[in-house]
């Protein structure tokens, strides 16, 4: 997959797809960010801009963490992957909560 197509896949993903579930599923969070912000801090296991350097992130991710981030959310979309508890811990590594 080419660096564009990763890139068209995540802001697919995060603009459209998970903010078109978001309601219907009960999703603690429903705005394109906060889908950006749980997945790309579990691709980097931590928070995001400790990792990547510059904005917009998902431009300045690695290939590796972009992938990361784009199979968990679709791993969320699937029901594959609790969003509540991956929101909490993006919260924690925040100290959000």
């Known amino acids: 997959m080419t660096r564009e197509e990763r890139e068209r896949r995540w802001l697919a993903l995060t603009r459209e797809v998970m903010p078109g579930l ?7 969070v429903h705005a394109d960010h906060c889908f950006q912000r749980i997945l790309l801090d579990h691709a980097c296991g931590e928070r995001w801009y400790d990792a990547i350097a510059a904005r917009p992130a998902y431009r300045h991710a690695t290939d590796a963490q972009l992938d990361a981030a784009v199979a968990l959310g679709e ?17 924690v590594w925040r100290r959000k909560v």
């Open 22 to 28: 978001a309601r219907a599923r009960g999703w603690p």
């Open 75 to 91: 791993a969320v979309v699937a029901g594959d992957a609790d969003l509540a508890a991956l929101n909490r811990q993006s919260l």
